[in-house]
């Protein structure tokens, strides 16, 4: 039983229920970020210890996808997934009211446990594989979960079969999406021979060198807010930013206008910073000040 089956709920269902969750592509720069999750009754715990389910990282390619159509085409097993697109990793990291990847990741996971139980699945258990203080990640899922009992460790893809099957649903999942990823831009000498996609890959730093663009950056498969994208950003375009006041040091273009490069969107900037610019109305645009916009932080 997989997710595209989902309204056809099986008898099992009603039976007390185990689930894992884990995720794929945490760490690379370019790609989604994909959670995935596996349940089933608990009275087939037993069955699914021998179905050679282990942590998708020590599985070759070839063997997680011949795991994944076993585990879709068994009608005593469930799964799901949640596929965070690159874009909505950026924004949401990069955005005013950050949410960091922790944050995101805890969100995937209380979102798919939500989704299960909506379906009509008795989850009496869920094991996860943990993201940040094991015991907080915890608390926070039995909180939103009361009737639900959690076990969050580390390496519960290697100890837990349900979890082992979760990473496999996440990893070939993920793997899929960028092998069939379409580049939206439209520039010439695209490719996709980016590699693993993690930082450190030769490959993966080739191809981000490759499709920088002096503009717009990177195409949309990248992580734009990861610091990784930082170092390419040094000799992109300069944008001008209208302004009526000086720049904080006191001095302005010869234009009047205060200039900014395209690098500063990838860099963070404390929150009190931005909010002192923000407040005296320094480096804003005329749009605002001819209005007397300002921002309001107390209500």
């Known amino acids: 039983m997989g997710s595209e089956r989902e309204a056809a709920i099986p008898e099992w269902a009603s039976e007390p229920c185990i689930m894992g969750i884990d995720e794929a592509g945490r760490g690379p720069v370019l790609g989604p970020m994909v959670y995935g999750c596996l349940y089933c009754a608990r009275s087939y715990q037993n069955t699914l210890s021998s179905l050679n389910f282990a942590d998708s990282k020590t599985l070759k390619e070839e063997k997680r996808e011949e795991l994944f159509e076993n585990l879709k085409a068994d009608e005593s097993i469930g799964w ?39 379906m009509g699945v008795l989850l009496t258990e869920v094991y996860v594989d943990t993201v940040g203080d094991a015991e907080k990640y915890r608390a926070k899922l039995s909180d939103r979960f009361p009737s639900v009992k959690f076990v969050v460790a580390k390496k519960a893809d290697s100890l837990y079969p349900v979890v082992s099957g979760a990473s496999i649903v996440a990893k070939v999942t993920r793997d899929r999406a960028l092998r069939e990823w379409v580049l939206e831009e439209t520039a010439e000498d695209l490719h996709k021979d980016f590699g693993s996609g993690y930082p450190g890959d030769p490959n993966t730093k080739a191809w981000l060198e490759h499709h920088k663009h002096f503009v717009f950056g990177f195409p949309s498969l990248v992580r734009f807010s990861w610091g990784t994208c930082t170092p390419y950003f040094k000799d992109i375009a300069e944008v001008l930013w209208e302004s009526d006041e000086m720049d904080e040091d006191g001095s302005s273009t010869a234009n009047g206008k205060r200039q900014m490069k395209l690098s500063s969107f990838g860099v963070t900037t404390s929150k ?28």
Not at 280 to 289: A, M
């Open 80 to 118: 799901a997934v949640d596929v965070i697109d690159p874009r909505e990793l950026s924004a949401k990291m990069l955005k005013k009211s950050k949410i960091n990847l922790n944050e995101i990741s805890h969100d995937s996971a209380m979102g798919l446990v939500t989704k299960v139980l909506n």
């Open 272 to 299: 009190r910073k931005i909010e002192e610019i923000e407040s005296s109305g320094k480096g804003r645009c005329k749009f605002f000040l001819a209005r007397k916009l300002e921002q309001v932080t107390q209500f």
